[in-house]
C-alpha cells in the first residue's frame, strides 16, 4: 500500500489542522492505522491509531484531548485533527498501516506497521 500525507502547514499556537493520509490498494478497512511524528533531534515517536473500523482509539498522552483521530474507509483516508496545536508539536507527521492487526486492535508500536507515508511538516509558532 502507498500512503500520502497532506494538510501540514505553519500555524500559530491555539490554531488547528486537519492532516489527511490516504491509501491507495483495496483492503484499506483491514489496515489498523497511526500516526507519528519525529521532531528535529529526536526519535519519532507515537500520536495516534485506530482500528479497522474506527472503534477503537487510542493516544500518547501528549496529545490526548487536542488531537482525534478518525477514518473514512470508503475514501481509503485517515485523519488526524489536531486542535490547540502547541510549540511542541512542531514535527514531521507520518502516517502509517499496519497489515497484521485484527478487529478491534490498535498498534502503538512504530516496529508493528509495515507502510510509511512520507510525512507532512507540522510548525507551530508561539
Known amino acids: 500500500v502507498q500512503l500520502q500525507a497532506s494538510g501540514g502547514g505553519l500555524v500559530q499556537a491555539g490554531a488547528f489542522l486537519r492532516l489527511s493520509c490516504a491509501a491507495s490498494?483495496?483492503?484499506?478497512?483491514?489496515?489498523?492505522m497511526g500516526w507519528f511524528r519525529q521532531a528535529p533531534g529526536k526519535e519519532r515517536e507515537f500520536v495516534a491509531t485506530?482500528?479497522?473500523?474506527?472503534?477503537?482509539?487510542d493516544y500518547a498522552d501528549s496529545v490526548k484531548g487536542r488531537f482525534t483521530i478518525s477514518r473514512d474507509n470508503a475514501k481509503n483516508t485517515v485523519y488526524l485533527q489536531m486542535n490547540n496545536l502547541k510549540s511542541e508539536d512542531t514535527a514531521i507527521y507520518y502516517c502509517?498501516?499496519?497489515?497484521?492487526?485484527?478487529?478491534?486492535?490498535?498498534?502503538?508500536?512504530?516496529?508493528?506497521?509495515?507502510?510509511w507515508g512520507q510525512g507532512t511538516q507540522v510548525t507551530v509558532s508561539s
Open positions: 502509517a498501516a499496519d497489515d497484521n492487526g485484527v478487529a478491534g486492535s490498535v498498534s502503538v508500536g512504530s516496529t508493528r506497521y509495515d507502510y
Open positions: 490498494g483495496t483492503t484499506f478497512c483491514r489496515y489498523v
Open positions: 485506530i482500528s479497522w473500523a474506527g472503534t477503537r482509539r
